[in-house]
């Protein structure tokens, strides 16, 4: 029988995180010099919600409801509904989820503390290493 990767195969572990009240602009320097699309925000070592570059650029079109984009934190424009998903999930369902539901991205859980994160990035490249696996002969140059 063949072994099912588990989400600690697959996620990025000990993802870097910021408190809600962090200055917007220091969030968006922070991913740019990680370069990280995805930020766990967190509130007294609980996570509440997750910031992505999607979420910032949302922020900064017309309409918003703060008049100067650098007077935001974190919280005011993080999302609050999240997918969190205990770090012992089996892979295929954390998959079907974020399929079934459009989820982005999956912050994990051990324990109910922040283990990881898992984003559609992390899957796209476990997916393309299984595919070399399984279909690139072992000696074959290209594979990297």
Known sequence: MRHMPTLTEVMTPFPQLVDESTDIN?????????????LPVVQ?????????????????????????????????????RIYLVDLHTRLDEVLDKMSAEAWD???????GRLAGIFTSHDACRAFSAWLQKEYLPDDDPGVA
């Open 26 to 38: 220091d969030a968006i320097t922070l991913m740019a010099e990680k370069q990280f699309n995805h």
């Open 44 to 80: 007294n070592h609980e996570v509440v919600g997750l910031l992505s570059t999607a979420d910032i650029k949302l922020a900064q079109m017309p309409g918003h409801k703060m008049t100067e984009f650098t007077e935001l934190t974190v919280g005011d424009i993080c999302r609050r």
């Open 105 to 111: 991205a999956a912050v994990v859980l051990r324990e």
